[in-house]
Nanobody
């Protein structure tokens, strides 16, 4: 079992930057893949970025070139650096982890069994 604790987020004007963090605790002896998802009001939860057990990354087209996912294994912490934020990036953001394989192409929430508590990101235009 692992626990994910998120921090960061908040409100920013369009064009600004924010960084989200996700600290992993518990049984971290196994290797796991992690991802960031977001959910806007009335919309489905969507994958934003993922990093697998060997460090490969994938981004949703909507954030490619603006967001960067990274992992500090010494601190068991996942990050999402968000630059050039847009109003449409406004959503609740969640980090997630899995010890199993997942599809990079679909980046489906159902593939991830552990979730952070969520943090709100609001971008004003």
């Amino acid at each position: 079992q692992v626990q994910l604790a998120q921090s960061g987020g908040g409100s920013v004007q369009a064009g600004g930057s924010l960084r989200l963090s996700c600290a992993v605790s518990g049984d971290t002896s196994g290797t796991y893949s992690m991802a960031w998802f977001r959910q806007a009001p009335g919309k489905k939860r969507e994958g934003v970025a993922a990093i697998d057990r060997v460090g490969r990354t994938k981004y949703a087209d909507s954030v490619k070139g603006r967001f960067t996912i990274s992992q500090d294994t010494s601190k068991n912490t996942l990050y999402l650096e968000m630059n050039r934020l847009k109003a449409e990036d406004t959503a609740m953001y969640y980090c997630a982890a899995t010890f199993f394989s997942f599809s990079f192409s679909t980046l489906a929430p159902n593939d991830f069994g552990y979730w952070g508590q969520g943090t709100q990101v609001t971008v004003s235009s």
